[in-house]
């Protein structure tokens, strides 16, 4: 078990804590510290398993956003060019009014494509970044 508790504020756009709590009730969370504890472990196990990864790795990098917020999508192209010894292709969906999902196929050294991962996430306007690898024999 963790020892001593800690409390913390956190400022959070309303529509994602609403979000939030919709699914913590039907998860049947007794509290929202839980679900939030839930969700950090989570968030660190993922990390740490991202890390963990090495060597070359074939994987597709999706990457959701916002294509209205100003800058975001010349941003994940900009880092794409950069990068274009990595990326052999991209997808991208236009999921709704608001929404874009970009799929990118990448094949590189595992440090290289987590550094680019890293970049897109802290794009402001992307909402989600996820690596999946493909197994090789
Ligand atoms: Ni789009």
Redesign the pocket.
């Known amino acids: 078990m963790e020892n001593g508790v800690t409390r913390i504020g956190v400022s959070l756009p309303r529509n994602l804590l609403e979000e939030f709590d919709s699914i913590i009730k039907t998860r049947g969370y007794s509290s929202r510290s839980e679900a939030i504890r839930d969700a950090i472990r989570n968030y660190i196990a993922e990390y740490k398993w991202l890390e963990k990864e090495e060597g070359e790795i074939v994987g597709v990098i999706t990457i959701l956003y916002n294509?209205h917020h100003k800058g975001t999508s010349d941003a994940i192209i900009s880092l794409q060019h950069e990068a274009v010894d990595i990326v052999l292709t991209t997808m991208?969906i236009?999921l709704d009014r608001d929404n874009?999902l970009e799929m990118v196929i990448v094949k590189g050294e595992m440090p290289r494509i987590k550094r680019l991962i890293d970049r897109i996430t802290t794009i402001k306007g992307v909402s989600n970044v996820k690596l999946i690898t493909a197994i090789r024999e």
Request: glycine residues 0%; neutral net charge.
């Open positions: 294509h991208h236009h874009c």
